[in-house]
Nanobody
C-alpha cells in the first residue's frame, strides 16, 4: 500500500523558512515523478515543484522564482521542499504526490495542464501558514 506522509508544516512569519518532508513508502518509485502541490481555500490546486525519483532532475513552477527547492533522498525514501522568503500568499495546505508524468515545457516555463490530476498517489497534506 502506497503511503505519502507530509510533515514540517506550521506557522511562520513572513520572510521565514520552512522545510516540508514527504515520506514515501509502499512501492518502488524509480519510474515516478514526485511533486509538491498546494491549495488555498476557494482556489485551484497549484503545482509547485517536481523531481524525478531516479535521476534527481528538478522542475519548478514559474512563481517559485528561486525561493523553493525540491530534493529527494532515495535511501531514506523522502522528498523535501525547502521554502525560503515565505510570503503570506504562500499560506495553503501543501501536498506531496507521486505520478508518472513529467511537467510540460512551453519554451519558458514548466507546467502541468491538469493541476496534477494525473498524479496517482497523494498525501494528506500539511498546513503552512505565513503571518504578516
Amino acid at each position: 500500500q502506497v503511503q505519502l506522509v507530509e510533515s514540517g508544516g506550521g506557522l511562520v512569519p513572513a520572510g521565514g523558512s520552512l522545510r516540508l518532508r514527504c515520506a514515501a513508502s509502499g512501492r518502488t518509485f524509480n519510474n515516478y515523478v514526485m511533486g509538491w502541490f498546494r491549495q488555498s481555500p476557494g482556489k485551484a490546486r497549484d503545482w509547485i515543484a517536481a523531481i524525478s525519483w531516479s535521476t534527481g532532475t528538478t522542475y519548478y513552477a514559474a512563481f517559485v522564482k528561486g525561493r523553493f527547492k525540491i530534493s529527494r533522498d532515495t535511501t531514506e525514501g523522502t522528498v523535501d521542499l525547502q521554502m525560503n522568503s515565505l510570503k503570506p500568499e504562500d499560506t495553503a495546505i501543501y501536498y506531496c504526490a507521486a505520478g508518472l508524468d513529467l511537467p510540460k515545457y512551453d519554451g519558458f516555463n514548466y507546467y502541468y495542464s491538469d493541476s496534477g490530476d494525473t498524479f496517482a498517489y497523494w498525501g494528506q497534506g500539511t498546513q503552512v501558514t505565513v503571518s504578516t
